[in-house]
């Protein structure tokens, strides 16, 4: 028997490609697993310090220009957005100004910004994706400008004839609307750092004062300022924050009316007015400050002009963004107006009696933009603020003796000789009966 020369063939191990594909997938799977884990490492610790937030987009979509800067940026959210270029230079001759101010150093604001970096992005809710030397640059040039211009529009600096903000072509009227948006906003901690290096005047003021100063001016809602003091007495964010803090209620105007409510519906001007309500404007320190008693509802005075749709949407975006329920007064004030306007009839009801000084002119266009507000404002039932007034409201007004009552004194005593025709009509009909009773009584006689 001769042997075989060839080479005996490998046996091919049958578990060999399934044991190449468990490792592919094992593979894949480590793969994943550390570049999932690697993402989560990378995530920055979430700040309390945030307050500064992109409008919700129920919000926006109603109004998208009430929320977006027309002229200037202020801070990284709109920082380069088309339309607000011309203003770059301005802003870097602000900072020039307040740079050569005594006591000011480059090196010095620029450290103070790099040391509160990470507390400056943390106020911010979306991630600012600026290096770190883009981002403290936006900050120093936004935050001199603010300072300087805060300066000037207190009148504590006689502006140059060159300043083509406050001379030629007069751009401060339609910069004071942007420095009020929600997304237009600097952390009012590095606008005081920033001031307190220079060295100005004893007879100039804080910029807590300049703020406030600032904010009184340029917005027509009352703000008070009693027993507020400075800044450091209570925390104040920004702009939009101060705005609102300026017209908080009371605590004890808190305990007096905010409560849960099963129906978040009262009637609107016009039919309460139907029902015999009456309207008075109320002499209040705060905006929210309604009361309903004995058949009088008393409204604080609202001054309607160009600028109150986009202070008060930007408030209200701040609130449902940062607050919680029992503390979103702008939102509630807002649902409640939504209810009480419907027409421009329930408009010059609160003209009328002194509630709303309506600067736009028209009645239809104040009921229009009072509607608008209402539109994706999200309140609580449990943590209504006007729920005493609400139960009250409807209380009176579902008694029928309430509006019988207001019925007959609209149609026949809404004037003095209304009221004495009808007197003189029931004494005609009196003297008429008595007149018909004493005939019947002499026919009778005979």
Known sequence: MGGSNEAPHDIENPCTPLLTSMSKELHGLLSLSASISQELDDLLPLSNSCCIYRVPEELRRVNEKAYTPQVVSIGPL???????????????????????RPGVSLEVCVKKIKDKEVELRGCYAHTIGLCSDE???????????IIELLLRYGGYIVHDSNDRIFNKPWLINIICPDMLLLENQLPFFILEDLFATAEVPATVPSVFDLSYTYCKVSTSLYVKRDGLGSSSSFKVEHFVDLVRTLNLPTD??????????????????????????????????????????EGILEIPNLNISDS??????????????????????????????????????????????GIVENMLGDNNE?????????????????????????????????KPWNKWKADL???????PWTT????????????????????FSQCAQR
């Open 252 to 293: 004890q105007e808190e305990n007096e009316n905010r409560g849960s409510v099963e129906s978040l519906a009262v009637p609107s001007m016009t039919k309460l007015h139907q029902a015999g309500v009456k309207f008075k404007a109320r002499s209040s320190k705060n905006l929210f400050d309604m009361c309903f008693q």
């Open 409 to 415: 004194k609209q149609k026949y005593f809404y004037s």
């Open 78 to 100: 709109h920082h380069g957005r088309e339309g607000l270029e011309d203003m770059e230079e301005h802003k870097k001759r602000y900072l020039q100004y307040f740079l050569d």
């Open 366 to 398: 104040v009921s229009t933009l009072i509607n608008s507000l209402g539109k994706g404002v999200l309140v609580f039932r449990d943590e209504f603020y006007y729920a005493t007034l609400m139960k009250d409201l409807n209380k009176y007004y579902e």
């Open 420 to 439: 004495i025709s009808v007197f003189a009509a029931t004494l005609i009909i009196m003297l008429t009966f008595i007149q018909t009773v004493c005939s």
């Open 135 to 145: 981002f403290v640059r936006i900050i120093l040039v936004d935050a001199a400008f």
């Open 308 to 353: 109150t749709e986009l202070v008060l949407r930007n408030l209200v975006a701040f609130e449902q963004c940062h607050c919680t329920p029992n503390t979103r007064y702008f939102n509630d004030y807002i649902f409640l107006m939504d209810y009480l306007v419907n027409t421009p009839n329930d408009v010059e009801l609160l003209v009328k009696n």
